[in-house]
């Protein structure tokens, strides 16, 4: 299909809006049988809407593509400015694709309040892509904190029975974390007002002149808001609990899209605005993200609830990403060269979509255990291999991937951020690959005790295996874990010149 | 001939997909039909790739398409096909093709029938990516593909707690051994810049100087480094002490995956990266040492175990891993193709005494307890011949494949001149001896002697069906005449350009000087001290098994504190189990508890919310539950925060 038809149709704004009002509009109806089907028309319109951002991506240039500007609050200069590049393209790409999948988990589980259920995800889907496109900081922290919103109504109504201190314990991190951002994105408007360009476009902070000191203290702030977000040890507790409270479209939507927004925010803000206090404060975040996949490894392993397990997975595969993102400076401290600095961004970006498929993957298949049984602890499971075969094998797939098996999407991230890392040095590379043995031993002893053996109790006997729906989204999932792992270049083009780019902003000193 | 090497992997993953995806709609007959007719083409086509590489003499390096292109480096997948490839092809395909047809039967009442045939074929698929290719992203792949079959044919009988406990523990060692593996590769990677074998082994002479700092004060060579480093993924794979404890519990498998897997192919692929990276290993003495070190203490140490298994599988299970430790040896003395050439003889003859084994499993109604058998050799005449020949072969008696292979090797460590070269002599030496005691051991108490069994499994034994023993003449062929190849595998040129070997390692030179034909090796081989070491410990054998247990019984009650160690298996596993799997939860739940939960949730988390306790009292009143109250709140806050960055900036 020829797609050049659309390149001069508003495609960003369309990906915006498109779900909110939607979601609006299903909210307002409020039909419990029109919702769903409603919901599912417009989370595929949206998807459908999102592919010609890649087919007709530009992987030569590291500018803003697509882009949309138009003035907002003229006052403080602020403006409804969009763009996306290498970077941000495949992530709205990623949360158009989940929310389609988000929308079908919730067909039949969810009874009540349907309408809110599905215009929740359509509304936080829109905020989401907000959040990747805006190139304006202060349209970029509006969606930030708005998207929260939706989610906490999610955990908060079709949550568990705890999920009220898990709804506070997510909001104060995100809040606190956040607030401190916005007070730093405001320092630096003034900053760029003292020097006569008050701006808040993203790509004029990159240019403001800052010193050690205060790139050190937005350094800190951003860290906050991100780090919590991805989560990185010790800012991850609220996690778990977030995790084992939401309803599975809430945790699918939470591990598959939420976290990467930290990743995201590290590449589009920390590293090109402070470069100099990411080089000072490099270790910290090397050694925070060596804790994430080795501390948070172990304890996974003694999870005896299959969405903390997952969820704790979760936070150590997102040391990968932290990892990848800042080994640009170890490397450059160690070697004297930047070589190698791509090969690690590329593997936390491929890590982020890859483990968007595969946690999304991971909380769906509990979702469907737990449809059925209404219980996430692994001790009521055994043998489900036994019943449910053609589940068995899907979930062995995700298993796989989440140890990074090769041949799927899990391993190319955690691959190239293991070569590049020893380009740093040998212990960074020693500490990471651990991954390879206890994330192998927490996945499968979940999986030989879930899945294998002799039927565990009457409950196991009586399930019922996949259902057309579940199967194909199962499907779905499993086509791009392998489709990735087979053949990641697709991904890593269209993000190399960007990242070339960015790795050249973030080697350049501000001093 | 491309389009040739392309569709060898792809047509058993073809197979695999429609028995593994179609299984239930295909039925049994079309699932096995397809697979078998997917392997049978792999091998015939290794055969012409065989002729056209090895007799024509050509060798293809090449793409197939990129995975990745990254500052330069291209992640590619791609095939590297030379001699040894192709034989590694032809033993692999032919091995795979005998055990699909041998499955017909041994998995005739099994439920999971077509996942059977689905998992051997995918097996084929992944071992033939491993052996064909060019790089070391692509070895990696198939490294953990095969861990992948594996894991699922350990586990095979889910429903079995031992096996997948058995299947976890394959999978968690392999893991230990990919750990070290993958850093050999990472090494690679920041040293040459690329992951091309070509390219790598090009560069490696400028890189002999290098140093590298690992722990700080201490300089170590990089080739060291990197040689040790791929070995840990060797010794993980190859089952080398002390990453072996993970193959005897394999045996909880299928026995056809025994064969395959878990003695002729992919314990073999340590065996095959070693010598492939032989550029690499070449290069460091020390790393040699380590290699033939380890390779001697396993083949002396888990014969050992193997004299005192009661089950059949399990005593051919250790015999493998001796065997391995044979090859591995043949490695460090720089004997590539002496261990390679043992690699294929053992491929055959283990491969043969495993499917003997199962076929022995199915007549005695799956009873694996040699105590329980006795005199089968009547009731099942082709499976005693097989298993003699079978046997012969793995004790190295003159004229038999492995006897070529094995004096081969112990003769090159004869000559070896590096570090610990003699300990290891010694090792392999008294290995031969152990070797020949344990296999005619299981040998007498399968087939001569008393029938120990029970009236109702004597009324119904009798000989496997055609599926079953016309794989195991086929593979007793090769046991015998493979050794034959001696001359121009291990002495000739067969490896020449693929295997290197430094002129200061002497090995196979002074084995090649000593060399004059067959027959004089085997008659100089009838001389040597291996020939009587094999002969006593076969005699020993028979004395005490079929003539007088007296002795057994003296030495069990003499060396009782022996057999417990041996019965313990010098303590291994409990090891690993207390420190390693006991200390990972352990500290789990340590950090769990006092790290997350108490340090972090307790004191900071719950503190600070006690801080800011008026601003989450406020919440918490507000917690009604309506939607509405929720969205409210959080439009509010955002509000609030938007007003006090439009005033708050102003001033």
Known sequence: ?511 | MENIYLAIPLSALFGSILAGLFGRQLGRMLSHTVTILGVALACVLSLVVFNHIVLDGNTYNGAVYTWAVIEGIQFEIGFLIDNLTAMMMVVVTFVSLMVHIYTIAYMHDDPGYQRFFSYISLFTFSMLMLVMSNNFLQLFFGWEAVGLVSYLLIGFWFKKDTAIFANMKAFLVNRVGDFGFLLGIAAIYVHFGTLDYVEVFKQVPNLLDVTVTVIPGEEWSLMTLIAILLFIGAMGKSAQVPLHVWLPDSMEGPTPISALIHAATMVTAGIFMVSRMSPIFEVSDTALSVVMIIGAITAFFMGLIGIIQNDIKRVVAYSTLSQLGYMTVALGASAYSAGLFHLMTHAFFKALLFLAAGSVIIAMHHEQDIRKMGGLKKYMPITYWTSLIGSLALIGFPGFAGFFSKDSIVESVHASNLAGAEFAYWMVLLGVFVTAFYSFRMFFLVFHGKERMDEHTRSHLKESPLTVTIPLIALAIPSVIAGYFIDPIVVGDFFKGVVFVDPAHTAIAELKEGYHGVFSFMLHGIMAPPFWLAMSGLGLAWYIYLKNDALAHFAYNKFRWMHTILDKKYGMDSFNQVVFAGGAIALGKLLWRVGDRFLIDGLIVNGSAKAVGFFSGILRRIQTGYMYHYAFSMILGVLVILTWFIFGSKG
């Open chain 1, 1 to 511: 299909m020829d797609m050049s038809l659309f390149i001069d149709w508003p495609l960003l704004s369309l990906v915006i809006w498109l779900p909110i009002i939607g979601g609006i509009v299903v909210l307002i109806v409020g039909d419990r049988h029109g919702a769903r089907p409603a919901a599912l028309l417009i989370a595929v319109a949206t998807f459908l809407v999102s592919l010609p951002l890649y087919t007709l991506f530009d992987p030569l240039t590291a500018a803003m593509q697509f882009t949309e500007n138009h003035e907002w609050i003229p006052t403080f200069n602020i403006m409804y400015y969009l763009g996306v590049d290498g970077i941000s393209m495949p992530l709205i790409l990623l949360n158009t694709f989940t929310t389609v999948l988000v929308v079908l988990a919730g067909w039949e589980v969810i009874k009540e309040r349907v309408a809110q259920y599905m215009a929740a995800f359509l509304i936080m889907s829109g905020l989401v892509n907000g959040v990747f496109a805006a190139q304006d900081a202060m349209l970029f922290y509006v969606f930030f904190e708005a998207m929260l919103i939706p989610m906490f109504l999610v955990i908060g109504i079709w949550g568990g029975p705890n999920r009220v201190y898990a709804t506070i314990k997510f909001f104060l991190y995100t809040f606190i974390g956040s607030v401190f951002m916005l007070v730093s994105l405001i320092y630096m408007y003034n900053v760029g007002a003292d020097a006569g360009n008050a701006s808040f476009w993203i790509q004029d902070l990159y240019k403001l002149k800052l010193g050690l000191t205060e790139q050190i203290f937005i350094f800190l702030s951003f860290l906050l808001a991100f780090g919590v977000k991805i989560p990185m040890w010790p800012v991850h507790t609220w996690l778990p609990d977030a995790h084992v409270e939401a309803p599975t479209g809430g945790s699918v939507i939470l591990a598959a899209i939420m976290l990467k927004i930290g990743g995201y925010g590290f590449l589009r803000f920390s590293l090109p605005i402070t470069p100099d206090a990411s080089l000072a404060l490099d270790w910290l975040i090397i050694v925070m993200s060596l804790v994430a996949i080795v501390y948070i490894g172990f304890i996974a392993i003694v999870q005896t609830d299959m969405k903390k397990l997952v969820a704790y997975s979760s936070i150590a595969h997102m040391g990968f990403v932290t990892l990848g993102i800042f080994l640009i400076y170890p490397i450059f401290t160690a070697t004297n060269s930047i070589v190698g600095a791509e090969l690690a961004m590329q593997g936390a970006m491929v890590q982020m979509i890859s483990h968007g498929f595969i946690s999304g993957a991971m909380f769906l298949s509990i979702g469907v255990l737990y449809d059925r049984m209404h219980s996430r602890e692994i001790s009521a499971y055994g043998g489900v291999a036994n019943t449910m075969p053609i589940f068995a094998v899907f979930f062995v797939l995700f298993a796989m991937a989440n140890t990074g098996l090769p041949g799927t999407s899990g391993f190319v991230g955690e691959f190239m951020v293991i070569l590049a890392s020893f380009k740093a040095s040998f212990w960074i590379a020693f500490l990471a690959a651990t991954t390879l043995i206890i994330g192998a031993a927490y996945t499968l002893w979940l999986v030989k005790r879930v899945i294998f053996g002799e039927i565990g109790n009457e409950k196991v006997a009586a399930l019922k295996d996949l259902n057309k729906r579940e199967f194909v989204i199962m499907f779905t999932l499993a086509v791009m874990v392998i489709g990735l792992g087979l053949w990641p270049q697709p991904l890593t083009d269209v993000m190399s010149v960007t990242l070339q780019h960015l790795i050249e902003q973030a080697s350049h000193s501000k001093l």
